[in-house]
């Protein structure tokens, strides 16, 4: 069965660098999608992509986020200069026509 | 705007009791309603879904009723099973289309013992 694919599983960084987190969605999807999800709080909706263009995104979506889907295949997050408060499990979705977006595993990120 | 509110966890229950998890929302016009679970290691997959007043999700023996006139989708089952332990997330969106995205609840952990 197709799934949604994350990379990486975890990743560390100190503040003030710059993340790229990958996503490979479901390859016939159209839609797609970043959500986030603090410690101990709600799965936050970051920004959705369609058409090679951004569609919606939230207010924490600020000039030090972006996404790209450089290739056809990946969909990527990258936050510019990353604070504390970054710190979260960044999931990725996709989704084709229906109601139902499909998840992958999310990519724990740790800011130091 | 949005917004998923579920009760308080986390929830732990001994096999075969019955699970009630609660969800009431708040949105304009008719939302569709979702309930995701995220095994452990896992991402969120879509345990069940209802998109218009009166329907009942279905998947697994959970079920859900979309009930507008307590705007709530409350997650029930019968009788669970230890590999029901996982974490719970009820959700929202609007009109299918590209700026579908979710609206969440906290999540709420199930523990099932043996």
């Known amino acids: 069965e197709p799934e949604v694919t994350q990379t990486p599983s975890h990743q560390v960084t100190q503040m003030g660098q710059e993340v790229i987190l990958r996503c490979v969605p479901i390859s016939n999807h159209l839609y797609f999608y970043w959500y986030r999800q603090i410690l101990g709080q709600k799965v936050e909706f970051l920004v959705s992509?369609?058409?090679?263009?951004?569609?919606?995104k939230s207010e924490i979506f600020d000039d030090q986020f972006s996404v790209e889907r450089p290739d056809g295949s990946n969909f990527t997050l990258k936050i510019r200069s990353t604070k504390l408060e970054d710190s979260a499990m960044y999931f990725c979705a996709s989704k084709q026509d229906s109601y139902e977006q499909y998840f992958g595993p999310g990519t724990r990120l740790t800011v130091t | 705007g949005n917004s998923v509110t579920q009760m308080e966890g986390p929830v732990t229950l001994s096999e075969e009791a019955f699970l009630t998890i609660n969800c009431t929302y708040t949105?304009?016009?008719?939302?569709?309603l979702f309930w995701y679970v995220q095994y452990p290691g896992e991402g969120l997959q879509l345990l069940l879904k209802a998109t218009k007043a009166d329907d009942k999700g279905s998947n697994k023996g959970f079920e859900a009723t979309y009930r507008k006139e307590t705007t709530s989708f409350h997650l029930e089952k019968g009788s669970v099973q230890v590999s029901d332990s996982a974490v719970y997330f009820c959700a929202l969106s609007g009109l299918p289309g590209a700026n579908s995205k979710l609206t969440f609840g906290k999540g709420i952990t199930l523990s099932v013992r043996p």
């Open positions: 949105a304009t016009g008719y939302p569709s």
């Open positions: 992509f369609y058409n090679n263009e951004i569609s919606e």
